[in-house]
């Protein structure tokens, strides 16, 4: 499809800063042109045109940590500590869980992410091959990196996942659907398969990067206090410089690593991670949520450690809404270290968009409005009581603009929603799912 977007202000997170009054051109999939409205109208006057008269057009927000299925168990078991959550609460829920619950759960997050503003989501759970995570992504037509998570305990399931899921869906929709290797954590699996499934990682790339892009590495990473006694207790290893020291010593960080939370971290673990260009993913609700702690975002930053931004699981966080992410991140830090110069809403409105696309290795087609660029991009409606007067946009959508402010949202050059109605899925029948798949889980779990 051909389209101009017209009259609104655009926020590039690129070169080209915010241009007021501003178009963008796309053609296919594929950014073609941005400036202003009065300079671009005349040169495209056969596109078909969306006018943004009042409103912000920005790139999809890039959600860098998620766990799409578990939006099946929002709300179901909060206030608990981490370790009696996962132990009594979510593992015996998820025994019960068939591909198709996993399917439900992510097509629910799908819809809410995209209503929400965001546009590519990193997923981490249990890959089936009838029913998954990136089927659900794919029929939403949300961008995502789908990756199965792997445990010491079940090695030859995860294998076989692994190869079914690079081979089905690496670079497929429309190259919307990438895949990655996801370790669980380094409590969970055990030093001689962390490295399996780094050369895993490496066979899997030399097959099908060429054709869909890197396929990166997902994990959780330093989550809570005493996971170095964890990792100490599971595999009799030494991990007293720190957890991220430790995945250093085994030879399998890299750039293409994404490292959930990184809550406590010694100096040693700060350098490694600068040293290896690993990426955090932060998700400051659902480690407040869970008291796991608070990152030392100011010090990863101060290391030039690229930081991108996650909602962590609508179980651990109980919504897949971005903004509020980027609103807490801003002031969690600002409060913790008693600075209110700490993280400028410019800097957190990175984190959320060209960063994160960094974090994915995805850079060179999201996560900013540039010629050249894949077209994933939303369009919010600033004519609300809650964002005006109007001094900053770049403010206002840190520290005031809401998930339900997004109206219109074109992930790959394709309008998935308009006018705040989602085109590819009927919105109410994946609520109406989601809410059987829960009954039915429910009566399992209870008959057991």
């Known amino acids: 499809m051909n389209l101009v977007i017209f009259g609104g202000t655009i926020i590039t997170m690129g070169r080209m800063g915010i241009i007021r009054d501003g178009a963008v051109v796309v053609e296919g999939d594929t950014i073609i042109d941005v400036g202003r409205s009065d300079d671009i109208k005349h040169k495209y006057p056969r596109y078909e045109g969306i006018y943004a008269g009042g409103k912000i057009v920005m790139p999809g927000l890039i959600n860098t940590h998620q766990h799409a299925a578990m939006s099946l168990l929002r709300g179901y078991a909060d206030d608990y500590p981490l370790r009696e959550w996962l132990e009594s609460w979510v593992w015996p829920f998820e025994r019960h869980m068939t591909g198709y619950d996993i399917y439900v759960g992510a097509l629910l997050t799908a819809v809410e992410s995209v209503m929400g503003g965001t546009t590519t989501v990193n997923t981490m759970y249990h890959y089936m091959e009838d029913y998954n995570e990136a089927a659900a992504f794919a029929e939403v037509g949300l961008r995502g ?47 001689e398969y962390m490295r399996e499934l780094r050369a895993i990682t490496l066979e899997l790339n030399e097959k099908y990067a060429s054709k869909g892009g890197p396929i990166i590495w997902h994990t959780h990473l330093a989550e809570t206090e005493d996971e170095a006694q964890k990792i100490k207790g599971s595999f009799g290893v030494n991990v007293e410089n720190g957890v991220v020291d430790y995945m250093d010593s085994l030879g399998v960080l890299g750039g293409d690593v994404v490292a959930a939370h990184c809550v406590h971290l010694t100096g040693r673990d700060i350098e490694a991670l600068k040293t290896r260009n690993v990426k955090v993913a932060h998700s400051p609700i659902s480690n407040l949520k869970l008291a796991s702690g608070v990152s030392p975002l100011p010090e990863l930053l101060r290391a030039g450690i690229t930081v991108a931004l996650g909602t962590d699981s609508p179980c651990s966080n109980n919504s897949a809404d971005m903004f509020e992410v980027m609103k807490f991140t801003a002031l969690l830090h600002k409060g913790v270290s008693r600075s209110p110069t700490l993280l400028p809403a410019e800097q957190v409105l990175r984190m959320a968009t060209i960063d994160g696309a960094k974090a994915l290795s995805w850079d060179n087609e999201i996560g900013s409005i540039e010629p050249g660029k894949k077209a994933d991009l939303a369009i919010l409606n600033f004519k609300k009581p809650h964002l005006r007067p109007l001094y900053s946009e770049i403010s206002h959508l ?26 590819t899925v009927k919105a109410e029948e994946v609520m109406e799912k989601a809410e059987k798949a829960k009954e039915k889980l429910l009566d399992r779990l209870h008959s057991h």
Do not use: Q
Not at 156 to 183: C, E, F, Y
Not at 412 to 423: F, H, P, Q, S, V
């Open 145 to 191: 990196v789908i990756g199965h998570v792997c445990f010491s305990w079940r090695k030859d399931h995860d294998r076989r996942a692994l190869v079914d899921l690079a081979g089905r869906w690496h670079g497929k929709a429309d190259g919307t659907i990438r895949v990655s290797i996801d370790p669980h954590a380094p409590y969970t699996v055990d030093p």
């Open 398 to 423: 840190v520290y005031a603009v809401k998930a339900s402010d997004v109206e219109t949202v074109i992930i790959n050059g394709r309008i998935i929603m308009e006018n705040k109605e989602i085109k």
